[in-house]
C-alpha cells in the first residue's frame, strides 16, 4: 500500500460504495505529492487543498454531463420550464398529389436528403391530360387570335377594313391570350409533365424526407399525402410557461436550451402568445436557437432556462437546482478546471422554479457541472474511498 501523505480527503460516510456505483468510465482523484502518514479518520479529514476529479472531456458527452457559466441575478430573473423541439412554419412541408392517378415512379424513400425542386413521384393521370390538352387547344387559339389581329391590323392601316374590325380582333388576342396563360397556370399549379400524361410530385424545400406514403401503382386522389420534408436546421423551440411568468418575458431575452445530450445551447426569445392553453394554463415561448440548431430532433423534448432583463430583483449568483450536490452535509458545486472538476463549497439561499441562488463560494462566470452533476459527485466518492484504501 502506498504510504506518500495527502494533503486532502473527503470523509467517508457508511454506505458510500452504493453511491460509489453510480460512477463511471474510471475517473480519477487528483492529490499533492509528498510522504504520506496512515490515513486520518473519517471525523477529523484534513482539508488543506482543494479536491479534483480527473474526467476526459469526452466522458462529459457520453454521460450528458453538462457544463454551464455561473448566471447573475436574482433567483426569479430566470424561469425554468420545459419545452419542445418543432420545425419552424417553413422548416417542413407536407408534399400532396396535384391530381389523382396512378403512382409510376417513386424516386425517394423514407430518409433520403432531397433538394428543393427535385422530381420525388410521378403520377400518371387523366386529369394531366386534360390539362395538358386544354393548354394546347388555348395555346393554338391564342396563335390564331394574334395572326388575325395582325391580319386585320394591316388591312385598316391600308383602308381596306373599318376600325371595329381590327378592334374586334384586338379584343379576341386579348381574351385568346388571357385563357392561354390560365390553361397554361393551372397546369403547372398541378405540376404537369413535359409528356403531357403525368404529374410530377416535387420537393419543395431542401432537407431529408420524414414521411413517405407513396407506393409504386397505388392510386391517389388530390391533395392526398405522399411525402414530409424537415430540414435539420430550421428548428424552434417551444416552452410552456404559467401565466404569471410570461407576463416578464419579452422579445429578445436570452434562454438556454438544454437538451438530454449534448451542450447546453444559447437561444433567444421570438415571441411569447397572448393567451394561455385552457388544459396547462401556460402561455408558449417561442425560442430560436442562436447556434447549434442542427443538434435538435423536431418532436424532442428538452429544458429551457429564460433569463427576464429588469425585474427588479436583487443581484446575486444563480445555478440550475440540480447543480448543487450535497457531500457530508456540505452544499457544492463542480467547478470545471482543464483536466476535470473540483468541488468548491458554497452557501445556497434559496430555491425556486429550479434555480439556487448562490450567496458565495463562487464567481459569475465559473463554469460548474449542472445537468448530471451527480455523477461527478458519484466519481469523486469512489476516487475517494480507492484512496482510503
Known amino acids: 500500500m502506498d504510504d506518500s501523505p495527502r494533503p486532502n480527503n473527503w470523509p467517508m460516510m457508511i454506505g458510500i460504495a452504493a453511491v460509489a456505483g453510480l460512477a463511471g468510465f474510471g475517473a480519477s482523484y487528483v492529490v499533492g505529492t509528498g510522504t ?3 490515513p486520518a479518520p473519517a471525523t477529523a479529514p484534513d482539508k488543506t487543498g482543494p479536491v479534483e476529479v480527473r474526467i ?87 396563335d390564331l387570335a394574334r395572326k388575325t389581329y395582325a391580319r386585320e391590323s394591316g388591312l385598316y392601316r391600308q383602308g381596306v377594313t373599318p376600325r371595329q374590325d381590327m378592334e374586334a380582333a384586338q379584343s379576341a388576342l386579348a381574351v385568346a391570350n388571357a385563357e392561354a396563360q390560365r390553361a397554361s397556370a393551372i397546369a403547372r399549379a398541378a405540376g404537369v409533365a413535359g409528356n403531357g400524361r403525368s404529374v410530377v410530385v416535387v420537393a419543395p ?110 443581484v446575486s449568483l444563480t445555478v440550475p437546482e440540480d447543480a448543487v450536490q450535497n457531500i457530508d452535509g456540505r452544499d457544492v458545486l463542480f467547478v470545471r478546471t482543464a483536466t476535470g472538476f473540483v468541488a468548491r463549497p458554497v452557501l445556497v439561499g434559496t430555491r425556486s422554479g429550479g434555480i439556487a441562488q448562490i450567496v458565495s463560494g463562487i464567481r459569475a462566470g465559473e463554469r460548474v457541472a449542472t445537468r448530471n452533476a451527480f455523477l461527478v459527485k458519484a466519481d469523486m466518492i469512489k476516487s475517494a474511498g480507492e484512496e482510503e484504501e
Open 36 to 38: 504520506k502518514p496512515a
Open 56 to 142: 476526459p472531456a469526452a466522458y462529459l458527452a457520453s454521460a450528458g454531463i453538462a457544463v454551464e457559466p455561473v448566471g447573475s441575478g436574482g433567483p426569479s430573473a430566470e424561469i425554468a420550464a420545459p419545452a419542445t423541439v418543432t420545425s419552424t412554419p417553413t422548416g417542413e412541408a407536407v408534399v400532396v398529389a396535384r391530381a389523382s392517378g396512378t403512382i409510376t415512379r417513386v424516386n425517394h424513400r423514407l430518409g433520403d436528403p432531397v433538394r428543393a425542386g427535385e422530381v420525388l413521384a410521378l403520377v400518371d393521370s387523366l386529369d394531366a391530360a386534360s390539362m395538358s390538352a386544354d393548354r394546347s387547344v388555348a395555346a393554338a387559339k391564342a
Open 205 to 314: 424545400i431542401s432537407g431529408r424526407i420524414t414521411a413517405g406514403a407513396a407506393m409504386l401503382g397505388a392510386f391517389v386522389q388530390p391533395q392526398a399525402e405522399l411525402f414530409r420534408i424537415a430540414d435539420a436546421g430550421a428548428v424552434q423551440v417551444e416552452a410552456a410557461v404559467p401565466a404569471a411568468d410570461a407576463r416578464r418575458i419579452m422579445p429578445g431575452d436570452t434562454a438556454t436550451i438544454i437538451s438530454g445530450r449534448g451542450a447546453p445551447i444559447d437561444a433567444t426569445v421570438r415571441s411569447v402568445t397572448p393567451t394561455v392553453a385552457g388544459a396547462t394554463q401556460a402561455a408558449t415561448v417561442i425560442l430560436i436557437p442562436t447556434t447549434g440548431a442542427g443538434q435538435f430532433i423536431a418532436g424532442e423534448g428538452v429544458q429551457v432556462r429564460i433569463r427576464v432583463r429588469g425585474d427588479g430583483s436583487a
